[in-house]
């Protein structure tokens, strides 16, 4: 069964440095989204991207966050300058892009950030 | 504005007995919700949706969930526990707009004691 993955599983990073993680969505999922979970609290929506740009994004998703699809099947989420805050589980969905809200959003299994 | 609550962030049963987790929606949600499951060092995996068709939903692992519009609520049960249960679960709802983010509850952790 296909499935979203995520690398690295675990990344530990000084603050102030800059981070990259990484995402395989689904093969023909159209949308793609990031969320973060800090320890003890919800999950929280970060961003929403499909046909290559931006469609959501959260109050969080300040300037310091970007997204991008470099080719057909990665799809990264970058921290500029990492903050002590940043640290979390950030889970990457994709979903197929059905119409009315039904659509189901599928997980990959996190990456814990961890800032020091 | 639209919102996602669960009553109890910890749920304790004993295995075999009843599980009920609940959920209740905010009315300004579209009619589609959702419950996931994390295991330990998992991610999320759906449980269970509801899309309308049928007010009572059945998941996976035995678990279901009735949507029940009055009560704008969505308890997911499962009528015996199992030690494997033990997970946090999640109650999430779509924005309306295709592709939109789901809002998620605070989370339910359940242990289920032998």
């Known amino acids: 069964e296909p499935e979203v993955t995520q690398t690295p599983s675990h990344q530990v990073t000084q603050m102030g440095q800059e981070v990259i993680l990484r995402c395989v969505p689904i093969?023909?999922?159209?949308?793609f989204y990031w969320y973060r979970q800090i320890l003890g609290q919800k999950v929280e929506f970060l961003v929403s991207f499909y046909n290559n740009e931006i469609s959501e994004k959260s109050e969080i998703f300040d300037d310091q966050f970007s997204v991008e699809r470099p080719d057909g099947s990665n799809f990264t989420l970058k921290i500029r300058s990492t903050k002590l805050e940043d640290s979390a589980m950030y889970f990457c969905a994709s979903s197929p892009g059905l119409a009315g809200g039904t659509d189901t959003q599928y997980f990959g299994p996190g990456t814990r950030l961890t800032v020091l | 504005a639209q919102s996602v609550t669960q009553l109890g962030s910890h749920v304790s049963v004993s295995e075999g007995a009843l599980v009920l987790l609940r959920c209740n929606y905010s009315s300004s949600v579209p009619p589609y919700l959702f419950w996931y499951v994390q295991y330990p060092n998992q991610g999320l995996q759906l449980l269970l949706k509801?899309?309308?068709?049928?007010?009572l939903v059945k998941g996976i692992n035995g678990f279901e969930a009735e949507f029940k519009k009055s009560e704008t609520s969505f308890h997911l049960t499962k009528p015996s526990a199992h030690m494997s249960d033990a997970a946090e679960y999640f109650c999430?709802?779509?924005?309306?707009?295709?592709?939109?983010?789901?809002?998620f509850g605070q989370g339910t952790e359940l242990s289920v004691k032998p």
């Open positions: 509801y899309t309308s068709a049928a007010t």
């Open positions: 999430a709802a779509p924005t309306y707009n295709q592709g939109g983010k789901l809002i």
């Open positions: 093969s023909n999922h159209l949308y």
